[in-house]
């Protein structure tokens, strides 16, 4: 596989050069706090606010096209669009890779690496609220599947393994625990259980395993900051598409506003100077 040596406005940063950051940006004492933009916009946004990586949200993407779910192609354009917007390295939110079989999910990295993503998640959720986890066995050989996938690149990129358990109905930490080890030991880089609402259960993670830990602080508990987290040993701290869903309440708060015959949401918009900076 060849990789265009693709570069990004602003500060020139090739596929090569970003990976080798956001591998960096893992390996230092301090979490890395990992915001998700939706769009080329927010990207943008996120860099002029000095924020140092980005990872794309399907969540977001999804609410972009009014549906609660998205394809592959679509998540793809929009890793290629947020990695284009800004010199910032991407990890891309890939879902379950958009297939059961390990060589589907395979495939769905090495489609991500072309696209220019620094780093790249799978997780075990298997779509079907019936059986919403795929039994252990698979769901190894799946990540296991990526990870030889990452290491065939010409430009490994950052790779996380996430356990869904805590998201669908399965409050099962122990078995979460359980596969983030199987995980960690099949090669994952980083590893992920989003649904972690406490420092308690924070640190019983951490705690577990040996690789880089990424927290979503969509589900936590909100007055957890980031001094704690970096404190009992988080390496990474996303917001999923949190930010997504503030936005699209800040809209829908005006749109009612303005359906009732009122225009006090005039008030609150930034200044078309500060876009422009952003956006120039």
């Known amino acids: 596989m060849r990789l265009n040596d693709r570069r990004s406005p602003g500060t020139v940063r090739t596929v090569t050069d970003k990976a080798a950051r956001f591998r960096a940006l893992h390996e230092r004492p301090e979490p ?19 924020f140092e990586a980005l990872a794309s949200t399907s969540l977001g993407v999804a609410n972009t096209v009014g549906r609660t779910h998205v394809t592959r192609q679509e998540v793809l354009d929009n890793v ?18 958009f297939a ?3 060589a589907g999910v395979a495939k769905t990295i090495e489609l991500a690496a072309r696209s220019g993503a620094a780093g790249a998640s799978i997780e075990d959720y298997t779509g079907d609220p019936r059986r919403p ?18 290491r ?13 358990n805590l998201l669908h109905g399965v409050n099962d930490l122990d078995d979460t625990i359980r596969r983030l080890q199987a995980f960690e030991e099949a090669g994952a880089d980083v590893l992920y259980a989003p649904g972690l609402r406490t420092l308690e259960e924070m640190r019983a993670v951490v705690s577990s395993v040996g690789k880089p830990v990424n927290v979503v602080m969509g589900f936590a508990d909100p007055s957890i900051t980031l001094e704690q987290l ?24 005006g749109a009612t506003q303005m359906r009732a015959g009122r225009f006090g949401f005039v008030a609150d918009l930034p200044p078309l100077s500060e876009l422009h900076r952003s956006f120039g």
């Not at 986890?133 to 990452?150: K, T």
């Open 152 to 164: 065939s690149l010409p430009v490994p990129l950052v790779f996380t393994a996430r356990a869904e």
């Open 80 to 97: 290629r669009a947020i990695d284009d917007a800004t010199p910032l390295p991407v990890n891309a939110d890939l879902e379950n890779g």
């Open 133 to 150: 986890i795929y039994d252990f066995e698979l769901s190894v050989d799946r990540v296991r599947a990526a990870v030889e996938a990452v």
């Open 32 to 50: 890395l706090l990992l915001p998700n933009p939706w769009d080329a916009g927010t990207a943008r946004l996120l860099a002029g606010l000095g």
């Open 100 to 102: 059961d079989d390990p």
């Open 230 to 253: 970096g404190e009992i040993g988080v390496r990474r701290v996303s917001i999923g598409g949190a930010l997504s869903r503030l936005a699209l309440k800040a809209f829908m708060d």
